[in-house]
């Protein structure tokens, strides 16, 4: 990977409803090789793309809300969230959100991150995150997942349906007809990011997340390594 390897290395700052650090809880379907080395790298990769991702998704919703209010915001978000998800996907790593009380239905937890919104619901859990490896060594996945908690902000489109601004609710309504995500309080659990990455394969890109790289650069770099791993030989 000597073309991604030159890039310049950016940092993003943090942001979003989440805040402080949490210790390591992993739960693996079946033992490992990969060393506590790579556990460390590819969840410091990982946040790093949520962060990356959080980020993008707030700048186009405060974006539109400064632009014409919150429910052009709501729409911006119908329009554009899935996209924004897929441009901060590479090389095998992709990012996404889930909830039990989806807006969107793109937006539903499979079974396993089900269980994983579980152990975020649980007193117990103090973390902010949790990671999770499965298959077998020759095709194992990472899986990375990091709670979103409800803020006084969030309440402006996820908060008691009679506290909602009516005029906002019939255009959530139409925009989405088998929304489930209002009735929330500040502080409570509104989801999780959701982050899958091969392990080890993906440990490449997961150096240059830790290191602070965007996607799109990261995204703008492959055509080129690839390119000139397919040449042939002379």
Not at 16 to 44: H, I, M, V, W, Y
Not at 107 to 113: F, G, N
Not at 129 to 151: C, M, Q, W
Request: one cysteine or more; charged letters at 20%; hydrophobic letters at 40%.
């Amino acid at each position: 990977m000597k073309t991604i390897a030159c890039l310049l290395f950016l940092v993003l700052a943090a942001g979003g409803c989440n805040s402080g650090s949490a210790k390591l809880e992993r739960q693996d379907t079946q033992p490992s090789s990969a060393s506590a080395a790579d556990d460390q790298l590819f969840t410091e990769a990982a946040g790093n793309l949520v962060k990356q991702f959080r980020t993008d998704l707030q700048s186009t919703l405060l974006g539109a809300i400064k632009e014409n209010g919150t429910a052009y915001a709501v729409q911006m978000c119908q329009l554009k969230a899935q996209e924004i998800a897929a441009a901060h996907s590479v090389a095998g790593w992709t990012v996404k959100r889930v909830s039990t009380q989806w807006r969107n239905v793109a937006d539903r937890p499979d079974s396993t991150d089900k269980a994983m919104l579980d152990r975020f619901a649980e007193p117990s859990t103090k973390s902010n995150f949790l990671v999770l490896t499965t298959g077998p060594d020759s095709a194992r996945t990472f899986h990375y997942y990091e709670k979103i908690i409800v803020n006084d902000m969030c309440l402006q489109c996820h908060g008691d349906i009679q506290t909602v601004d009516q005029e906002l609710w019939k255009i959530i309504r139409i925009l989405y007809p088998y929304d489930k995500a209002t009735g929330y309080k500040s502080g409570d659990l509104r989801g999780m990011f959701v982050v899958k990455a091969p392990y080890p394969g993906g440990e490449d890109v997961a150096r240059l997340l830790a290191q602070g790289v965007s996607v799109s650069q990261i995204s703008a770099a492959m055509p080129a390594q690839q390119d000139s791993s397919a040449a042939p030989a002379k």
